[in-house]
């Protein structure tokens, strides 16, 4: 397969929480921010360079108040979550500690990584479209983030 065509899995395999118990998992906000990144960019199974690359950037900026400690911590938590449970169970219960202000931030920073190489293709459009929907986030918003994203990242492949 080609480095940038990386396939996706079925959006609804992601999305849609299995009936395990999740109660017993709690995430802060900035847990939950988190958790989206990591499920977004691993979703295709591997983490590219450029996406570790993309991740940390986004993450400084956002947490730049916690120290090395916390910051570790706090990526520590979420792989352990994704080694643990399912990622629609870490999913569902990330997106349900963010207020609809956050999972728009989520959905840019999520975007933001998935075309972090340059290349939209169908199935990251396809990606995209589920993310937004299954975050409740607006069609009108998601088309603003994803167009901003693109070129931001895509532009010179135009």
């Given at each position: 397969?080609?480095p940038?065509s990386?396939k996706?899995?079925n959006?609804?395999?992601l999305?849609v929480p299995t009936?395990s118990?999740t109660s ?8 939950a921010?988190?958790?989206i ?5 691993a979703a295709?199974?591997q ?11 986004n993450?400084?900026?956002?947490f730049?108040?916690y120290s ?9 938590k ?11 169970e870490?999913?569902a ?10 999972r ?5 920073i999520?975007t933001?990584?998935v075309?972090?190489?340059?290349i939209?293709t169908?199935?990251e459009?396809?990606?995209l479209v ?17 167009e901003v994203?693109t070129i931001k ?6």
């Amino acid at each position: 397969m080609p480095p940038h065509s990386h396939k996706r899995p079925n959006p609804a395999e992601l999305f849609v929480p299995t009936k395990s118990d999740t109660s017993t998992i709690e995430l802060t906000p900035s847990e939950a921010l988190t958790a989206i990144s990591v499920l977004a960019v691993a979703a295709d199974g591997q983490i590219s360079e450029e996406e570790r690359q993309t991740l940390a950037a986004n993450h400084m900026r956002l947490f730049s108040s916690y120290s090395g400690e916390q910051f570790q911590e706090l990526f520590k938590k979420v792989l352990n979550l994704s080694h643990n449970y399912d990622p629609a169970e870490v999913f569902a219960v990330a997106k349900n500690a963010l207020t609809p202000q956050l999972r728009e931030t989520a959905f840019a920073i999520a975007t933001d990584l998935v075309l972090v190489d340059g290349i939209f293709t169908q199935e990251e459009k396809e990606f995209l479209v589920e993310l937004a929907e299954a975050l409740e986030i607006s069609d009108e918003m998601g088309k603003k983030i994803i167009e901003v994203m693109t070129i931001k990242n895509c532009g010179q492949n135009f």
